[in-house]
């Protein structure tokens, strides 16, 4: 047969090299293994051939590994079509079957795990609320398993701030629901929040990737000015000089966006601290920073420089101010007739809402496992706000993650579109409609949707909210809304991990640890901006003609959402007053985590705010 084989090769042009009696042994193999005659197996090696471009018409012994491959493919994908309902087991199917060996596996009959494996699928998706005998429903068909539906820990609590919760097998589990019925817990759904939101743009549809060199300066020198201002009017550093001019003796002020000389990250030799075009013609001088014991900073920073300049090549700081003074006046960009225009456009309040009082559950995408699209985790998470009936629901993107594998390859027959009308926006109507005129639901795109635009800052998505009664609001990205006069901040870009990878910073002396992830927070506090680094992260389409004022926030919100792959975290962190003695303006910095980690569940948050961010009570919640 090695005969066959040979005169087969030579017959189709194929010449065997030097190791010629392991390549014949080989291909015998083959064709016993597969069942292939002599004529087949060259046949399949020519296939083999122009898919990998070979060059040359020689066999190489070097290549029966690769053409094994080919040949086991081969083979398998005729079986599948064959039979199109046999299932080919993966290292995925392994893992699940021997993580749950204990649970599942038994010396029963064949048929006992089956059974048992539909029941589960069954019970997990059999919700307590079902309207129209449709709501809630996960899209999958029940006699799928999956991962998540697979998943032993529901609703547990991972952390808590002011806010009890029980103990069993020394995990911390949320209370047991009551047994009331559907229709008492209708009857007690809470009253209607306010709904103000605070500017409207970019608006849908608008005009994108049109930034010119002239946007970026007048972007970054408004900041800067506007830091400048802000130092003046606070009165403690009137006289501000230019940090190039050399000042031997005296010590000087000045204010400036820090910079590194060159790609790379910040170090000792790279800081650079660029002034205003008013002041220093925007020329930037080299920041010593040796004498401090303890600062922390990053590209785009806008900061306030105590120090002195011997040569006038370098400014040697001994002092760092890195936040905007409590006492200055609200940004008045925004004209007061513009800001009540908004309002009137777009409130929708109830005089009988409790003022500052707000009681909120918050997610952040993806909202399906990255195994399927059937939008397990989102379904699960309407079914819990459906028990707990919160005033406000904020679900920010990505919503149809362009990062999904199945999205990525194109392995999904509906458009993107459609899977966010299906999977996402049938779901809220449902649950609106189960809960009633009070609930409210607010939804921030992300730049990793795939069904919207691809550019930052973000509109707001597009869709018509005429037949929801406004309960269904459209957050531009990032966007500030006032709920029961609560104000709300939401971004859903990852500055938090883009800030930890370019910061810079040195601890004091005293050897004291700092909190990393409160800091990353107050930078965004501190610089009254959703997205302070500058250079941007090479992923973020920054386009600063559109709304460049959208980034910038004149006041510091109550409660602030940034979305992060970083570990979740509720804080309540300072956003000012850390200089000088100034009374302290705080805020709840909230990082609801990821809703779906992979094939496994992710987390949320739930939220009491009661007017003051000490008091308020939070549970990031295991789903």
Same mark, same amino acid.
């Given at each position: 047969?090695?005969?066959?084989?040979?005169?087969?090769?030579?017959?189709?042009?194929?010449?065997?090299?030097?190791?010629?009696?392991?390549?014949?042994?080989?291909?015998?193999?083959?064709?016993?293994?597969?069942?292939?005659?002599?004529?087949?197996?060259?046949?399949?090696?020519?296939?083999?051939?122009?898919?990998?471009?070979?060059?040359?018409?020689?066999?190489?012994?070097?290549?029966?590994?690769?053409?094994?491959?080919?040949?086991?493919?081969?083979?398998?994908?005729?079986?599948?079509?064959?039979?199109?309902?046999?299932?080919?087991?993966?290292?995925?199917?392994?893992?699940?079957?021997?993580?749950?060996?204990?649970?599942?596996?038994?010396?029963?009959?064949?048929?006992?795990?089956?059974?048992?494996?539909?029941?589960?699928?069954?019970?997990?998706?059999?919700?307590?609320?079902?309207?129209?005998?449709?709501?809630? @429903?996960?899209?999958?068909? !029940?006699?799928?398993?999956?991962?998540? #539906? $697979? *998943?032993?820990?529901?609703?547990?609590?991972?952390? +808590?701030?002011?806010?009890?919760?029980?103990?069993?097998?020394?995990?911390?589990?949320?209370?047991?629901?009551?047994?009331?019925?559907?229709?008492?817990?209708?009857?007690?759904?809470?009253?209607?929040?306010?709904?103000?939101?605070?500017?409207?743009?970019?608006?849908?549809?608008?005009?994108?990737?049109?930034?010119?060199?002239?946007?970026?300066?007048?972007?970054?020198?408004?900041?800067?000015?506007?830091?400048?201002?802000?130092?003046?009017?606070?009165?403690?550093?009137?006289?501000?000089?230019?940090?190039?001019?050399?000042?031997?003796?005296?010590?000087?002020?000045?204010?400036?966006?820090?910079?590194?000389?060159?790609?790379?990250?910040?170090?000792?030799? @790279?800081?650079?601290?660029? !002034?205003?075009?008013?002041?220093?013609? #925007? $020329? *930037?001088?080299?920041?010593?920073?040796?004498?401090? +014991?303890?600062?922390?900073?990053?590209?785009?920073?806008?900061?306030?420089?105590?120090?002195?300049?011997?040569?006038?090549?370098?400014?040697?700081?001994?002092?760092?101010?890195?936040?905007?003074?409590?006492?200055?006046?609200?940004?008045?960009?925004?004209?007061?007739?513009?800001?009540?225009?908004?309002?009137?456009?777009?409130?929708?309040?109830?005089?009988?809402?409790?003022?500052?009082?707000?009681?909120?559950?918050?997610?952040?995408?993806?909202?399906?496992?990255?195994?399927?699209?059937?939008?397990?985790?989102?379904?699960?998470?309407?079914?819990?706000?459906?028990?707990?009936?919160?005033?406000?629901?904020?679900?920010?993107?990505?919503?149809?993650?362009?990062?999904?594998?199945?999205?990525?390859?194109?392995?999904?027959?509906?458009?993107?579109?459609?899977?966010?009308?299906?999977?996402?926006?049938?779901?809220?109507?449902?649950?609106?409609?189960?809960?009633?005129?009070?609930?409210?639901?607010?939804?921030?795109?992300?730049?990793?949707?795939?069904?919207?635009?691809?550019?930052?800052?973000?509109?707001?998505?597009?869709?018509?909210?005429?037949?929801?009664?406004?309960?269904?609001?459209?957050?531009?990205?990032?966007?500030?809304?006032?709920?029961?006069?609560?104000?709300?901040?939401?971004?859903?870009?990852?500055?938090?991990?883009?800030?930890?990878?370019?910061?810079?910073?040195?601890?004091?002396?005293?050897?004291?640890?700092?909190?990393?992830?409160?800091?990353?927070?107050?930078?965004?506090?501190?610089?009254?901006?959703?997205?302070?680094?500058?250079?941007?992260?090479?992923?973020?389409?920054?386009?600063?003609?559109?709304?460049?004022?959208?980034?910038?926030?004149?006041?510091?919100?109550?409660?602030?959402?940034?979305?992060?792959?970083?570990?979740?975290?509720?804080?309540?962190?300072?956003?000012?007053?850390?200089?000088?003695?100034?009374?302290?303006?705080?805020?709840?910095?909230?990082?609801?985590?990821?809703?779906?980690?992979?094939?496994?569940?992710?987390?949320?948050?739930?939220?009491?705010?009661?007017?003051?961010?000490?008091?308020?009570?939070?549970?990031?919640?295991?789903?």
């Amino acid at each position: 047969m090695e005969e066959e084989i040979k005169a087969e090769f030579r017959k189709s042009g194929f010449a065997l090299d030097g190791d010629e009696d392991e390549i014949l042994r080989k291909c015998l193999t083959f064709c016993i293994n597969y069942s292939l005659t002599p004529s087949d197996l060259v046949s399949s090696w020519e296939v083999y051939y122009l898919n990998r471009l070979l060059n040359g018409s020689t066999v190489q012994n070097a290549e029966m590994d690769g053409f094994l491959l080919h040949l086991q493919n081969v083979v398998k994908e005729s079986i599948i079509t064959e039979e199109p309902d046999l299932h080919i087991y993966s290292s995925k199917d392994v893992d699940m079957i021997l993580n749950n060996e204990d649970e599942y596996v038994r010396e029963e009959t064949i048929g006992t795990p089956t059974n048992k494996l539909y029941s589960l699928s069954s019970e997990q998706f059999d919700y307590e609320h079902q309207p129209n005998g449709s709501a809630y @429903s996960s899209g999958k068909p !029940s006699n799928v398993i999956t991962p998540f #539906g $697979q *998943r032993r820990e529901k609703f547990a609590v991972k952390y +808590s701030i002011n806010q009890l919760s029980t103990e069993e097998n020394g995990k911390k589990e949320l209370v047991a629901e009551d047994s009331e019925d559907d229709f008492l817990k209708k009857v007690k759904t809470r009253e209607r929040c306010s709904m103000v939101v605070h500017g409207t743009k970019p608006e849908p549809n608008c005009r994108f990737m049109y930034d010119r060199t002239e946007d970026r300066f007048r972007a970054l020198e408004s900041r800067i000015r506007r830091h400048t201002s802000a130092f003046v009017a606070s009165g403690v550093h009137k006289d501000l000089m230019d940090p190039t001019v050399a000042s031997q003796q005296k010590s000087i002020f000045a204010v400036g966006m820090i910079c590194c000389d060159g790609e790379g990250h910040l170090n000792d030799k @790279s800081i650079l601290l660029q !002034s205003s075009a008013e002041c220093s013609g #925007g $020329q *930037r001088v080299r920041l010593d920073l040796q004498r401090l +014991s303890q600062f922390s900073i990053f590209p785009g920073q806008v900061v306030g420089i105590e120090g002195n300049n011997p040569s006038g090549h370098c400014l040697i700081a001994s002092k760092i101010i890195d936040s905007i003074p409590v006492s200055v006046p609200a940004d008045v960009s925004l004209r007061p007739v513009k800001r009540q225009a908004l309002n009137q456009g777009t409130q929708l309040t109830d005089p009988s809402s409790s003022d500052e009082e707000l009681s909120v559950i918050i997610a952040a995408g993806p909202f399906t496992t990255t195994d399927n699209l059937f939008f397990e985790p989102l379904t699960e998470l309407l079914a819990y706000a459906s028990r707990k009936t919160p005033q406000l629901l904020i679900l920010l993107g990505p919503f149809v993650d362009s990062e999904h594998p199945e999205i990525r390859r194109g392995a999904t027959d509906r458009s993107f579109d459609e899977i966010f009308h299906v999977e996402i926006m049938r779901k809220l109507r449902d649950y609106v409609d189960y809960l009633g005129d009070a609930a409210r639901v607010v939804l921030v795109p992300s730049i990793r949707d795939a069904n919207h635009d691809f550019v930052f800052p973000q509109p707001g998505f597009d869709i018509p909210s005429s037949n929801l009664n406004n309960q269904i609001t459209n957050l531009t990205n990032p966007g500030i809304f006032e709920a029961n006069q609560v104000k709300v901040g939401c971004c859903t870009v990852d500055i938090l991990k883009q800030l930890s990878g370019e910061e810079m910073s040195r601890n004091p002396s005293n050897g004291i640890p700092s909190d990393r992830m409160s800091r990353l927070a107050y930078h965004i506090l501190s610089q009254r901006s959703f997205y302070p680094l500058y250079p941007p992260a090479e992923d973020v389409p920054l386009d600063f003609s559109l709304a460049p004022d959208t980034l910038h926030f004149s006041l510091i919100p109550d409660i602030l959402v940034l979305p992060s792959d970083m570990k979740y975290f509720v804080k309540v962190v300072s956003g000012g007053g850390r200089n000088d003695g100034e009374e302290q303006v705080k805020c709840i910095c909230i990082n609801p985590g990821r809703l779906a980690k992979g094939e496994c569940a992710g987390t949320f948050v739930e939220l009491h705010y009661n007017g003051d961010p000490d008091t308020a009570s939070a549970s990031i919640i295991g789903i």
